[in-house]
């Protein structure tokens, strides 16, 4: 198994691109969850997913979209980048909640 | 907004020492975990404990939880320098079963 893979490992973004950043897993969780993490804050929930089809907001929503159209995949888009969103962002699956999450090596976004 | 605080935020010991840090919530919680993050990896899971369990031991780490004072401790016993990461502890609130991260321990541990 895979586990969970991201990808690209690394983006620079102008201010105003859009991007997706691509998540898969192929343990087949049914939960999925997007986390940005920045210096001394620690892991900030941005989407989560139950399953295909379902997904709700997490604490910082704004300027991210995801869609669950299958259980392996999990994207996020960036629609407007601004220099705020520049920061790691993880990926992560899990069987069950609670339960045991599994991340992705992250993604380093930069946005100038 | 994040639930967990760890306590310290930062740690250094020798190899050897047992390593304990501390976290506390505010609000009632279902289940707590326990992560480790080495530098510039994914987070990887340590442990989970129910809000009806009071300890919890796997190999060297020991997992400990005060519902009524709102926190919990993680203890490594006989440190390794491999032990060298950030520890983080994820709660959830009432009905949500997806955990909240605090900002994490820094642990260093030095051979």
């Known amino acids: 198994n895979a586990g969970v893979t991201q990808t690209p490992k690394f983006q620079v973004l102008k201010t105003g691109q859009s991007m997706t950043l691509q998540c898969a897993q192929d343990?087949?969780?049914?939960?999925m969850s997007w986390y940005r993490q920045d210096p001394g804050m620690g892991l900030r929930l941005i989407h989560y997913s139950v399953g295909a089809g379902i997904t709700d907001q997490g604490e910082v929503p704004n300027g991210y979209n995801v869609s669950r159209s299958t259980t392996e995949d999990f994207p996020l888009r960036l629609l407007s980048a601004a220099p705020s969103q520049t920061s790691v962002y993880f990926c992560a699956s899990s069987l069950r909640q609670p339960g045991e999450q599994y991340f992705g090596p992250g993604t380093r976004l930069t946005v100038t | 907004s994040q639930q967990g605080e760890e306590d310290p935020q930062a740690l250094s010991i020798q190899e050897g020492e047992n390593a304990t840090m501390n976290c506390s919530y505010k609000?009632?919680?279902?289940?707590l975990q326990w992560y480790r993050q080495n530098s510039g990896r994914g987070l990887v899971h340590l442990i989970l404990i129910r809000s009806n369990e009071r300890e919890k031991h796997s190999g060297r780490l020991r997992v400990t939880l005060d519902t009524s004072k709102k926190s919990s401790s993680l203890l490594i016993t006989a440190s390794r320098a491999a032990d060298t990461a950030s520890y983080f502890c994820?709660?959830?609130?009432?009905?949500?079963?997806?955990?909240?991260f605090g900002r994490g321990t820094s642990l260093i541990v030095h051979p």
């Open positions: 994820a709660t959830d609130e009432g009905g949500s079963y997806i955990p909240t």
């Open positions: 609000t009632s919680i279902n289940n």
């Open positions: 343990m087949n969780h049914e939960y």
